[in-house]
């Protein structure tokens, strides 16, 4: 049974920092690339950054460019995304994924909050 959880989103404000973590199970987690994704109420979902299965390249969305890094630790079939100088604009529920040319997995979510 394929598991993404993510962990680590909460209120945080302005300026401030997080740390989201997904850990993965239930699939051979080196052969897919990983991503987090987030929605807002409202609008539509959109790619916030991407790794690929070796964690050799990384790609991010305009908006978190310089913000925020994603990273990998094989070992532990897991994928961080570090999130600083965070605006009331990435306000969403952050998804991980894990996917191959063929197929997506999605995490459950979690909720980040940048709010004074």
């Known amino acids: 049974q394929v598991r993404l959880v993510e962990s680590g989103g909460g209120l945080v404000q302005p300026g401030g920092s997080l740390r989201l973590s997904c850990a993965g199970s239930?699939?051979?987690?080196?052969?897919?690339?990983m991503s987090w994704y987030r929605q807002a109420p409202g609008k539509e979902r959109e790619l916030v950054a991407s790794?690929?299965?070796?964690?050799?390249?990384?790609n991010y969305g305009d908006s978190v460019k310089g913000r925020f890094t994603i990273s990998r630790d094989n070992a532990k079939n897991s994928v961080f995304l570090q999130m600083n100088s965070l605006k009331p604009a990435d306000t969403a529920v952050y998804y991980c994924?894990?996917?191959?040319?063929?197929?997506?997995?999605w995490g459950q979510g979690t909720q980040v909050t940048v709010s004074s």
């Open positions: 994924t894990a996917a191959t040319a063929i197929t997506r997995f």
């Open positions: 239930g699939f051979t987690f080196n052969n897919y690339g």
């Open positions: 790794i690929t299965s070796n964690g050799g390249s990384t």
